[in-house]
């Protein structure tokens, strides 16, 4: 009788145990993490513009002098960009590829795609000085060509699963106003329009480019808004009067920033669910470039890499001047942040206000959906 019991409680716990790795083989692949895909301008690119022939490209030091590697990467930073720090929030082993890089297949594919390219704008015409750059409509079509390559990967229902579970961040707009309506004085953009009529085109034409995205399989995107563009060191270089943020580009932010967030709320409304959420990274910039000491920076004005004055003309490159703590400096070159002031702005992302994310931050979207 011992040995009968002895039997029967090792087939129970055999049972069990097998139970319990059959579950384990079911659960997994649904806490993997999912698949982020990224578009926009140089604040998000991670290199496509090394594969092509333009100005706008970052693949020389001293960029990424404080990247693991030590060496550029195609980045506009120091080291790390928001995408970067975003995906490690995610759970992912790396984050995703640049879609022109050769290394982006079989499963890589499965981590996403970052379709970013520097000097583009919402306007195809935006950008055209640096002649061949990824337009947002291009970007769109590689994202079609990107999904016909996973459902040759893993079949059409789990491609359009993947695609519509993903996570997207999409960064575009400021080149309209810096490279395009302000780039010279009496632009073709600026003779067309008046600035309140130009901001209304721009959101009218991105409302397109949002509606594309959702006909392509996006159900929750991250838009950011613009920064406060008047007072980058390129801006306060040129334009600058005692000091102070240029008043005509921060007039031109503070009109468009409401007018994207109210556009995002009416897409949504229609589309009956939250699909987009406004990122209002004017204000993540502007609380440390209008107090840097509370965030740890010595400076918001000067850039840590470039000349003149604010170190903020031309190119940052091995010739500029080049500060020699990247932590102490809100931003790394005339135009974009370092890498500590990425990290800044992806933590509002992941858990700021309704001051800063609406109508829900990333953390809340990450455990809402985990429950569907």
Not at 41 to 50: A, I, M, Q, T
Not at 183 to 189: D, E, G
Not at 263 to 282: D, P, R
């Amino acid at each position: 009788m011992p040995m009968a019991t002895s039997s029967s409680n090792f087939i129970m716990t055999y049972l069990i145990l097998s139970l319990v790795l059959a579950l384990t083989i079911v659960i997994v692949p649904q806490t993997e993490a999912r698949a982020f895909f990224v578009f926009g301008d140089s604040l998000v690119d991670s290199g496509n513009n090394n594969y092509l022939a333009t100005t706008a490209r970052a693949d020389a030091p001293p960029y990424g002098i404080d990247y693991p590697t030590r060496r550029p990467t195609g980045r506009f930073s120091n080291g790390f960009n928001i995408p970067d720090i975003i995906s490690q929030q995610l759970g992912q082993s790396e984050a995703p590829l640049p879609y022109l890089s050769r290394e982006l297949n079989g499963d890589k594919l499965l981590i996403g795609a970052n379709f970013a390219s520097a000097g583009i704008g919402i306007l195809n015409d935006t950008g055209i000085q640096f002649v061949n750059i990824i337009r947002m409509f291009r970007q769109l079509d590689y994202f079609e060509q990107y999904q016909r390559r996973l459902t040759a990967l893993i079949g059409e229902e789990e491609s359009r699963r993947l695609v519509n579970q993903a996570l997207v961040l999409i960064t575009v707009g400021g080149n309209d106003f810096v490279n395009n309506y302000y780039l010279v004085p009496f632009s073709a953009r600026s003779r067309q329009f008046a600035l309140p009529d130009y901001v209304k085109y721009l959101i009218s034409e991105y409302r397109k480019l949002l509606q594309r995205l959702y006909n392509l399989g996006a159900r929750r995107v991250l838009v950011t808004g613009t920064g406060p563009l008047g007072c980058v060191p390129a801006e306060l270089a040129m334009r600058s009067t005692n000091g102070g943020c240029s008043q005509e580009l921060q007039r031109a932010a503070a009109l468009y920033n409401p007018q994207l967030d109210q556009m995002i709320q009416q897409v949504n409304s229609e589309i009956g669910e939250t699909v987009f959420i406004g990122v209002n990274t004017q204000q993540m910039n502007t609380d440390f470039i209008t107090d840097p000491q509370a965030y740890g920076f010595a400076t918001s004005k000067v850039a840590c890499c470039g000349q003149g004055p604010y170190n903020g003309i031309g190119l940052c490159t091995g010739l500029s001047n080049l500060c020699p703590d990247r932590s102490l400096y809100a931003f790394w070159d005339p135009f974009h942040p370092s890498e500590k002031a990425n990290r800044i702005i992806a933590q509002q992302i992941m858990t700021g206000s309704n001051k800063y994310m609406n109508p829900i931050n990333l953390s809340t979207i990450l455990a809402l959906d985990s429950w569907t």
